[in-house]
């Protein structure tokens, strides 16, 4: 083993030390999570889903017991696909109906200014 390939070996080794020890906490943040089609093989007992490589796979990717609220928008193409032509145009269209709502319940929010009225300060 050359030592690039130790190297290589002793940063995958922490990392699995490091994912098996650390515990994800629950955070008050509301999330949108953009993914493509899930591809499942396998329905199995207790609306549990399996892909074709064997994995569970879930609607929320895992998300939902440590974010305040969860959103998941389907869109075309696989995990690399989605960001090209043409699956990205339905991605960004999305993605800009996520920020919209994000930014009409921010500033319907007590005390916070519309983004209009803020522009319309900026201007003057």
């Known amino acids: 083993m050359d030592a690039l390939q130790f190297q290589s070996q002793r940063i995958g080794d922490a990392f699995v030390r490091a ?24 329905h199995l007992n207790g609306n549990r889903r399996v892909d074709g490589a064997r994995n569970y796979v879930s609607e929320d990717n895992g998300w939902t017991p440590y974010v305040e609220s969860l959103r998941v928008f389907e869109v075309p193409g696989d995990h690399d696909g989605m960001v090209l032509e043409p699956n990205v145009r339905v991605l960004v269209a999305s ?20 983004a209009s009225a803020v522009s319309a300060a900026a201007a003057r």
């Not at 994912?19 to 396998?42: G, N, S």
Request: hydrophobic fraction near 40%.
């Open 19 to 42: 994912i098996t020890r650390y515990e994800m906490p629950q955070v008050p943040v509301h999330v949108a999570l953009f993914r493509p089609k899930l591809d499942v093989h396998f």
């Open 95 to 114: 993605l800009r109906r996520s920020i919209d709502d994000a930014e009409l319940r921010f500033t319907s929010q007590p005390g916070h200014a519309s």
